[in-house]
């Protein structure tokens, strides 16, 4: 790889770091062409862009972003595969559902809205964690429910005297 590739990989991976909030480091290593073509489908399915690169290639392009990451450097050892994700816990569920068959991919590191997650041990924290509709859609049922309990409070009151007809 001359540098003019290596550059491109850099500005690539830069650009896709600045574009998500949500990123996961795994070790993909010892999974042959049958079981890596799979994991790219299903990463292709559910819209995680998956990349490989090497390491001092992450870390420059880490370096470049405007992401705090340092503390993800130690992991770069080894085989490395980026996911990228516009959901908190989409390439942990990934991770995870694709694991029903073996042991690997191993989650070396994540990054998640700021925070870092380090070690496979991780996983199952990540995948509980909700995405932002979620937690949007509990806010909301929150939100709802003194409201539905005061309306049907008030319509019963209505209907006991008389006011409004039960429909």
Known sequence: MNKQEKKQVIDQLTEQFNQYNFFYFADDSSLNAESTSKLRRMCFDKGIPYKVAKNSLIKKALEASNKDASELYGSLKGASAVLFSETSNGPAKLIKEYRKDGERPILKSAFVDAEIYIGDNQLKALVA??????????????????????????????????????A
Do not use: F
């Open 129 to 166: 964690l909700k995405s932002r509709n979620e937690l949007i859609g509990d806010v909301i049922g929150l939100l709802q429910s003194p409201i539905k309990r005061v309306l049907g409070g008030l319509m019963a009151k209505a209907e006991k005297e008389g006011v409004v007809e039960n």
